[in-house]
């Protein structure tokens, strides 16, 4: 997984608002017990595959860049991203420049387009908002995911517009779109497409608590900076971002459902 720059930083990440893993959800007093036995059961998928690729000797990681030669910073990998035509699902795995993110090797970055989309979801009309050309190509982002050396996950953050040329949702819309998030290919990786899947899933209320502060976020920094388009201002590139480990997240799923028996 040897990384070479070919590209120049394209700009600078504004202080996330990091909570350690301990300060994430922990109460799940509130999800039903057939939410948290869905978030139990791709727990579940998410150590199967760990377990399967580390049988020889792989990675979530290395799957995901086999065969896809040297790994260079901020290519998108695989070539072309991997989309799911059925669901619309989509994502790809990239890399900044070593020590601009410190402890983190990549992070995939996921999408759902408009076809995908439930219902009465809207694109939000921020400034300079331009309809696509394709109505398909109105994608949006639902959280990235950062990855260690060993091919393991270690936060999720969110993401200001301009750093994934994305169409802007609000929260509760890209909230309404993770169910939808569906990757049933079997390439270029059937684990790695299986565990991100399943990866939006366990983290479930997680995420939605990223998306909910990420919005904050923006409408924080456009109070402070009245004058610029908070959409397109390099100095604010990650919105949210939180600590996680599979072990730590499965631990509360799973002591959840067992009080929910009581």
């Known amino acids: 997984m040897r ?5 120049p930083r394209l700009g600078l990440i504004a202080p996330p608002l990091e ?7 922990s109460d799940y007093s509130g999800l039903s017990r057939a939410d948290l036995a869905a978030m139990a059961e791709a727990g579940q998928e998410v150590e199967r595959c760990r377990r399967v690729l580390a049988k020889s000797g792989d990675n979530i990681v290395s799957d995901i860049l086999r065969g896809q030669g040297t790994f260079y910073e901020w290519t998108h990998y695989p070539e072309g991203d991997v989309y799911d035509f059925e669901s619309h699902a989509q994502y ?3 890399a900044h420049p070593a020590g601009e993110r410190p402890g983190e090797h990549g992070h995939f970055h996921t999408f759902l387009r408009q ?3 439930p219902k009465g979801v809207r694109p939000a009309l921020i400034r300079g908002f331009v309809p696509p050309p394709e109505p398909d190509d109105a994608l949006g982002h639902l959280v990235a995911i950062s990855m260690d050396d060993r091919g393991n996950p270690i936060q999720l953050f969110t993401t200001n517009r301009w750093v994934t040329a994305e169409v802007w949702y609000g929260a509760r819309d890209v909230i309404a779109m993770l169910d939808r998030f569906e990757i ?5 990786s059937w684990p790695v497409n299986r565990w991100i899947t399943a990866m939006v899933r366990l983290f479930r209320p997680q995420i939605e608590l990223l ?12 109070r402070r900076h009245p004058k610029v388009d908070v959409f ?19 631990q509360r ?6 009080r929910s028996r009581r």
């Open 184 to 188: 049933e290919l079997a390439k270029p």
């Open 115 to 117: 076809k995908g989309m």
């Open 253 to 258: 799923v799973l002591g959840a459902l067992k």
């Open 92 to 94: 790809y795995y990239h």
């Open 3 to 7: 990384r070479t720059s070919t590209q």
């Open 232 to 250: 397109e201002d390099r100095r604010l590139e990650v919105a949210s971002a939180l600590e996680i480990t599979v072990e730590g997240q499965m």
């Open 211 to 222: 998306l909910l502060e990420r919005d904050r976020a923006i409408a924080e920094w456009q």
């Open 19 to 25: 909570r350690a893993e301990a300060g994430a959800p």
